[in-house]
């Protein structure tokens, strides 16, 4: 298996929506009626603009996080170190940007469930990454962290079409939606 050092990380390879617009980026970001605390770049959430939330439930379709990345401590300046914390933000409320993908978008990512009790890591942890090899696919599990299937499944599917490394030389898939 693989590992990763640090927050998920994102490469856009191809993403339609740097070029159709289709980003968003003014609701809270919520899981249930619950805040969300730490929000890493590679996860999904569902842009519900009737709930007032970007939530991990609702009818609508799930979106890519793609934040801005914003690092002040001179000692933290990777990409593996970047997660959105609602203790930093000034009403302590996420407000993720989302990025709906389009069948043929393609990016890299090394962003896979945190931990098997659903916690999530910080900077300096070190994360199991399920073995995936190309051909399969990824799904969205339903609090919004990809994992490797065996099949498309009914909803958004990835497939991986290179194992591959991040900007930083960690492991990292490359993914291309196909459904």
């Known amino acids: 298996m693989a590992t990763r050092k640090g927050y998920g990380q994102v490469e856009p390879n191809h993403l ?3 070029h159709n617009g289709q980003i968003y980026a003014q609701l809270p970001a919520k899981n249930g009626a619950t805040p969300i605390a730490t ?3 590679g996860q999904f959430l ?3 603009y009737a709930a007032n939330a970007a939530d991990t439930t609702g009818a609508v379709e799930w979106m890519l996080v793609y934040n801005e990345e914003k690092l002040y401590d001179e000692r933290y300046q990777n990409h593996k170190d970047f997660a959105m914390k609602a203790t930093d933000m000034t ?3 996420i407000y993720p940007r989302l990025f709906k993908t389009h069948v043929g978008d393609i990016f890299t990512t090394n962003t896979f469930r945190t931990a098997s009790n659903g916690t999530v890591a910080g900077p300096n942890d070190t994360i199991t990454i399920p073995d995936l090899t190309v051909g399969q696919y990824v799904t ?3 609090d919004g962290w990809l994992k490797g299937a065996n099949a498309k499944g009914a909803d958004i599917a990835f497939q991986v079409v290179k194992v591959y490394t ?3 030389g960690q492991f990292g898939v ?5 459904q």
Not at 174 to 178: A, G, T
């Open 16 to 18: 339609s929506a740097q």
């Open 39 to 41: 929000l890493e770049n």
């Open 46 to 48: 569902k842009y519900d």
């Open 91 to 93: 009403d302590g409320v």
């Open 140 to 142: 969205i599990d339903n």
């Open 166 to 168: 991040m900007p930083d």
């Open 174 to 178: 490359k993914l291309q939606r196909v």
